[in-house]
């Protein structure tokens, strides 16, 4: 009898694939989705499923024109998380185009012509987000008052079909401010943080996500049962989440101790935006994040220094998106400095000097 | 007390519950002995026996050659039927000189060194020595001949003996039914190591998952003086790899490229210990060892005392056969143990196991791309990033390999083990090491050419110059001798010249 020898060990393995990574973060994504879904009525429902429809056709589209085989990695859930996550940063309410030239983007520009998966040097979602962003400031800025399936101010189907493919979206009635938007323009207009956070939303309807703002970022709370879940499960490690959520509280709450007319304080910059959904699911994305926990945790600080800087200071009210692709292009660097030091050696790399012996 | 950290490491599924909890039985005569010449790391051993030749067992049948060698014993009485190649439990399938014994049942001992009560009489080389010509190599897995590593008082200044009954490779369970079944034989060995290694520590180290082994040996420790503590390790592969358990039990990194003896611990498995007490106290040699049975495709998992030489299908025959197709035969545990070419291979002295995994333990799928989750890089127990090393050696860039410390790595296998994307991490490392040593040798062998053919031309040279020399001295001598003689010639030109002139004058004068 003979048998096969192909390879070196270990002849063992343990219960991981990229499948079952990709579907645990899905499922961690799943409580606020719902939520959200609940929250923004039919028209989020349709956009988010466009969305996602349009990044898995993108991914088989591209990867037959790559000549590489379809299945198994369309279906190893990671385009599905990238289509996702970029719906979850879209305006709830968008047109159906924003979905759709937005996966797009992020499938073919942000991933394949990079050479597909684990290739790219900048996470796709953001890609798209930024993209998008840049492109239809209008359509990426107009917010939505919650209006839960079922209550007042909800659209029905009908309606909803309106709003989504035929742009039926009156602006005037319907639309809203986010948190860091409404106190972004107030202070522009010389009012000062002190007084227009009176008129934002309250921290715990923040936190529960009762307020308007992108189609998955509003609940704190369910977004962090998400990321505990994947913390739970190892998916991620606490590092990245820690590093950034604990520089951008650290830097509210000290400047808003200098000057409260002109910073918000910390809490209110990791409850709204953003920073949650930013610090469990984008910014811990595996391909475009350091692999050394030393770097995880340099790359964390430099993601939540960039969004507190960018949102205290450039014109744009959120900061997430650039912050996590400005530290994506850092990644390679922050690898070479920062990984564990060697068995034997010094962190320079020479050997250990050898006490005792003769 | 206090355990040091080490970093990295993964919990597998470990299976030990197939066969811990199986007595370990004697394997019955074997029809045929096969034992390869290599056993152990070094020159492999010399025939001193003849084809046709009878053997008694425990007799010296291929001596030791060299200072790292080992010599081989007749594991029961015989005839020497062959002498020649065959094929060795190595995954290259190569053949190797092995000499071929057929019992014949009467299993008649040799006269044997004799036994020695108190090894307080012997001096530590005494024991290195008959250690060394009982043939005893570590028996974890490693093979080094365990001689060289008791007679290592001469070149570090050691303290420990760290005693490794960790046993952290799943599946195997041969070290921890020999801890409980000959925990006083064990301890004996160890006794006996520490007297030649002349050390006052011994620290025996055992991972927790065996709580009636570190039963058994703290038992036996109690009856022994002296500093002898067992202590029960945390459960996490590759806690039984020597440089790591010693940084667990001592706080001491050993450094890159020395062994823990540079750092003052020396390293013997249980098994040796064992082996070491019955050469001593019985003059017996290594002719068997304690082999685990194991796997799912194994019928009835078992510990076997198995003289060496045994062929693998016969041992698995003894556990009541296969009951599928195994996906691998591995000799050793599934994390750094090495695929057998087939099942007519031997037991030798390294062999700690014989598994037969279904498809289903093994869980190989084909490798996708990395998707930089930076798990191997938690998991590595060296410090190492494994992601980084598969990429420089997918394109061949070996140097960038050496540079980001493949050398340093182990092969546990860890790495390989969590990788989502399935990607046989370890089969590349290993590929690297033998490309970067086979460039190193050839480099060597190259310079040493080099040396050679310029020492040479310096030797001509100087030969030349010699040459030049003489012949340029001979050439002056040779001028001078002529200048001298001319001169001589001159001067006797000019007497003679003075006296026609006189004459001439005379001439002259008559004229």
């Known amino acids: ?58 991914e088989a589209l591209c990867l037959r024109l790559l000549g590489r085989p379809t299945s198994p990695t369309l279906w190893d859930g990671s385009a599905a998380l990238t289509g996702w996550l970029l719906a979850m940063s879209l305006p709830p309410w968008a047109p159906w185009w924003i979905g759709v030239v937005g996966s797009f983007v992020a499938i073919a520009f942000g991933k394949h012509m990079f050479g597909g998966i684990g290739q790219n040097v900048f996470n796709p979602a953001m890609v798209a987000r930024v993209a998008l962003l840049i492109s239809f400031p209008v359509q990426m800025t107009i917010f939505t008052r919650p209006a839960p399936i079922g209550q007042a101010g909800s659209p029905g189907l009908i309606d909803s079909l309106a709003i989504t493919f035929g742009g039926r979206f009156d602006v005037d009635a319907l639309s809203a401010a986010s948190a860091l938007g409404h106190v972004k323009t107030e202070l522009s207009r010389g009012i000062p943080v002190t007084d227009s956070i009176a008129k934002a939303p309250e921290l715990m309807d923040l936190a529960l996500g009762m307020a308007p703002g992108s189609f998955g970022e509003t609940s704190a709370v369910l977004i962090l049962l998400g990321g505990a879940f ?65 770097g995880q945790l ?20 959120e900061g997430v998106a650039f912050a996590v692709l400005l530290m994506n292009a850092m990644t390679p660097l922050i690898d070479r400095g920062l990984r564990p030091r060697v068995f034997g050696r010094t962190r320079r790399g020479e050997p250990l000097p050898v006490k005792g012996g003769k | 007390m206090k355990l040091f950290r080490v970093r990295g490491g993964v919990h597998p599924d470990y299976r030990k519950e197939l066969s811990s909890e199986k007595a370990t039985v004697p394997f019955p005569l074997p029809q045929r002995l096969y034992m390869p010449l290599q056993q152990h790391i070094g020159a492999p051993a010399e025939p001193v026996v003849q084809v046709g030749e009878r053997v008694l067992k425990g007799q010296m049948i291929a001596r030791s050659t060299g200072a790292v060698s080992a010599p081989v014993h007749a594991p029961t009485s015989g005839i020497v039927v062959d002498i020649g190649n065959h094929t060795a439990p190595h995954p290259s399938g190569l053949p190797q000189r092995t000499i071929v014994i057929e019992p014949d049942g009467k299993d008649e001992w040799a006269p044997l060194p004799a036994p020695v009560a108190d090894h307080l009489s012997l001096t530590p080389a005494d024991i290195a020595k008959r250690v060394a010509e009982a043939g005893i190599v570590g028996l974890g897995g490693a093979t080094f001949p365990s001689a060289v590593k008791l007679d290592l008082r001469s070149r570090c200044r050691l303290d420990i003996l760290l005693v490794n009954g960790a046993e952290c490779e799943p599946y195997l369970t041969c070290d921890d039914r020999l801890m409980r079944e000959h925990a006083d034989e064990v301890m004996d060995g160890v006794r006996i190591m520490a007297y030649a290694l002349e050390v006052q520590t011994v620290l025996i180290a055992i991972e927790d998952n065996k709580p ?37 039990l001592t706080g001491r990194e050993t450094p890159a490229r020395k062994l823990t003896a540079d750092i003052g611990v020396v390293v013997h498995n249980v098994a040796t210990a064992r082996a070491v007490s019955q050469a001593i106290r019985a003059g017996r040699p290594l002719i068997s060892r304690l082999v685990t049975v194991s796997g799912s495709a194994v019928a009835e998992p078992k510990n076997i005392e198995v003289p060496l030489g045994t062929h693998v299908s016969e041992l698995i025959a003894f556990c009541g056969g296969l009951t599928e197709e195994p996906r691998r035969i591995i000799s050793g545990g599934p994390m750094m143990g090495q695929p057998l070419p087939s099942t007519a291979v031997p037991v030798i002295k390294g062999t700690s196991g014989i598994l037969a995994l279904t498809e289903a333990e093994t869980n190989e799928r084909p490798a996708q791309p990395c998707i930089r989750c930076g798990t191997c890089v938690s998991v590595c127990p060296c410090g190492l990033v494994p992601v980084e090393m598969a990429a420089f050696i997918r394109k061949e860039n070996l140097e960038g390999a050496q540079a980001s410390g493949v050398l340093d790595c182990v092969s546990c296998g860890s790495c390989s083990y969590v990788c989502p994307s399935h990607i046989p991490l370890v089969h590349y490392f290993n590929y690297a090491k033998g490309r970067i040593n086979a460039l190193e040798r050839d480099k060597r062998k190259r310079d040493l050419v080099k040396r050679l053919v310029e020492a040479r031309a310096e030797r001509m040279e100087k030969i030349a110059k010699a040459k030049r020399e003489a012949l340029a001295a001979k050439k002056a001598a040779a001028e001078a001798a002529k200048a001298a003689k001319a001169a001589a010639e001159a001067a006797a030109k000019a007497a003679e010249g003075e006296q026609p002139a006189a004459a001439a004058s005379e001439d002259k004068a008559s004229a």
Not at chain 1, 9 to 34: D, N
Not at chain 1, 298 to 317: D, E, K, N, Q
């Open chain 1, 230 to 294: 994947l913390l739970v499960k190892r998916i991620i490690s606490w590092h990245i989440p820690a590093a950034m959520l604990g520089t951008v509280f650290v830097l509210g709450t000290v400047f808003h101790a200098i000057d409260p007319g002109r910073y918000p304080d910390g809490l209110f910059h990791l409850l709204s935006g953003a920073t949650f959904l930013g610090a469990f699911f984008i910014a811990t994305d595996y391909v475009t994040s350091p692999v050394a926990k030393q």
């Open chain 2, 212 to 248: 009636q082994a570190l039963a058994a040996m703290t038992k036996a420790a109690a009856t022994l003086d002296g500093d002898i503590r067992v202590i029960g390790v945390p459960v996490r592969y590759p806690m039984g790899s020597e440089r790591h358990l010693t940084l667990a």
């Open chain 1, 298 to 317: 340099v790359y964390g600080v430099g993601v939540g220094l960039l969004t507190w800087i960018i949102r205290s200071y450039a014109g744009y009210p």
């Open chain 1, 1 to 58: 009898m003979t048998v096969l020898i192909d390879k070196s060990g270990p002849y063992a393995h343990a219960p991981t694939s990229v499948q079952r990574t990709m579907t645990l973060v899905l499922a961690a994504l799943l409580p606020a989705t719902a939520f959200n879904i609940w929250l923004f009525g039919w028209p989020a429902l349709f956009l988010f499923a466009l969305t996602l429809v349009t990044a898995l056709l993108t």
